[in-house]
């Protein structure tokens, strides 16, 4: 009764303080006719809301959202289906769905009573222009009853995460200098039949596959040996994204910030796209999502777009090179750099020395600030280009497409071009062999089922 009591709604206290106003005006006016229309007006909403806080039900909700990984700008639809699992019919059934300022507005449902094992389905699409990852519920609803005298709430407690990626464009297919790396070793092996390589063997690193454990060596050794000639060869890549604040200048969606991001992911797409298996690099270091033995084919590039969904900006003031270890190769090395400082300098010339002929393309940063002149060089860019690397720079209104296409003619203009892409024909066997896994993975749905009651 108390629960009911205190769900009593505007007009069901303004019913009960008329029906109580009636009643004293009857006594004294001396008017038994009014003191039963009174006695009414308060019976009504003090029986709804003893009958509404006595009732139980039990609600069950399904949320699906498909597909759960969408870029910025497009749509992504959320199914409900909302099942009274209780032993008596609800009420007026008022609905909303939580959602984060960025997916819109918050939907809104009313439905009429369900009866027992009744199913009610209903669906709203959601949109963003930003990326991140968003959680959509829970949901709250709200019985009423048919006078709207008294309301109750209830709120479930799943959510469900929906998951924007940066706006990405097509990149054609030009020459870049690179490496063509193995997972396994960095030379190929003849075998045959009954050869002694066909039981040469290394240790195990993380990401090999089970499968390929020589459990006779594994035994002798006292650790894990994989065989070397069953390793894939692979063309890789290191994408290095400059995500320093105070590398980057501008607020929100129209910050060069998000314009690295874009280009970051555009470039990674692309890449994964032509065979290679693409690693993220931060000024925090290494994404330990996207390393490169954690991925089973390179054109799976969701764990790549899922990571730079999230990316913030580091408070770093100069790019990690932990990552880089002792003597370690980066491959096909690509960097989306903001602002450089004379603090950069040695990270930049030992990347150089790490990588095959590095790629860069420079966000002329104070652009996003106030607009430059075109003929006004980035400064980036040249900076880059004094130490080796081939270099463009890149403003608010270029675009990505046409800076890719001007670093391919800078890196065939360097001498040493390996073309990458389907018609390279100076590359190990990529082509073909990765699978046809969709770009943004296998995970397009994601369904959550909640119960509430009362």
Do not use: K
């Not at 790396?181 to 190929?188: E, K, V």
């Amino acid at each position: 009764m108390r629960e009911g009591l205190n769900g009593l709604t505007a007009r069901g206290r303004a019913f009960l303080a008329a029906g109580v106003t009636a009643v004293v005006c009857a006594i004294v006016l001396g008017q038994p006719t009014l003191t039963r229309v009174g006695v009414l007006l308060v019976a009504l909403p003090l029986l709804t809301a003893y009958l509404v806080g006595r009732s139980r039900y039990r609600l069950a909700l399904t949320r699906t959202v498909s597909p759960q990984l969408v870029s910025a700008g497009q749509r992504a639809t959320v199914r409900l289906e909302l099942t009274n699992e209780g032993r008596t019919p609800t009420g007026l059934l008022l609905l909303e769905d939580r959602l984060p300022y960025a997916l819109g507005t918050r939907p809104r449902f009313v439905l009429e009573v369900m009866s027992l094992g009744w199913q009610r389905q209903m669906e709203y699409v959601v949109r963003s222009d930003l990326r991140g990852r968003f959680e959509i519920g829970p949901m709250s609803v709200r019985v009423s009853d048919p006078f709207g005298l008294v309301e109750l709430g209830r709120t479930f407690q799943t959510t469900v995460p929906l998951t924007v990626t940066p706006r990405t464009v097509p990149l054609p297919v030009v020459p870049l200098s690179g490496a063509w790396t193995g997972s396994g070793d960095n030379r190929p092996r003849a075998f045959t039949t009954g050869s002694a390589e066909d039981v040469t063997v290394r240790e195990y690193r993380q990401g090999d596959d089970l499968r390929r454990v020589h459990w006779r060596s594994s035994a002798r050794a006292g650790e894990l040996m994989v065989r070397r000639e069953e390793q894939p060869w692979q063309s890789r890549a290191t994408l290095v994204l400059d995500n320093r604040l105070m590398a980057h200048r501008g607020h929100g969606a129209a910050s060069s910030l998000e314009a690295a991001v874009s280009a970051a992911a555009s470039i990674a797409v692309h890449l994964s796209q032509r065979g290679f298996v693409v690693r993220l690099v931060t000024a925090d270091g290494e994404d330990p999502g996207t390393v490169w033995h954690d991925r089973a084919s390179s054109q799976n590039t969701a764990p790549l777009l899922e990571a730079l969904s999230v990316v913030e900006g580091s408070r770093s003031s100069h790019l990690d090179a932990s990552w880089l270890g002792e003597g370690g190769h980066v491959g096909l090395l690509v960097a989306v750099l903001g602002h450089l400082d004379q603090h950069d300098r040695p990270m930049l010339r030992r990347l150089v020395h790490h990588g095959s002929a590095p790629h860069a393309i420079a966000l002329d940063v104070d652009a996003w600030d106030t607009r430059s002149g075109p003929d006004r060089e980035v400064p980036g860019a040249a900076w880059l280009s004094g130490f080796g690397w081939r270099a463009v720079g890149a403003r608010p209104d270029d675009n990505l497409a046409t800076l890719w296409q001007e670093l391919g003619r800078r890196s065939a203009g360097g001498g040493g071009v390996r073309p990458f892409g389907p018609d390279s024909h100076d590359s190990p066997d990529t082509q073909g062999r990765q699978g046809t896994q969709d770009s943004r993975g296998t995970r397009v749905t994601r369904v959550a089922t909640d119960v509430a009651g009362g």
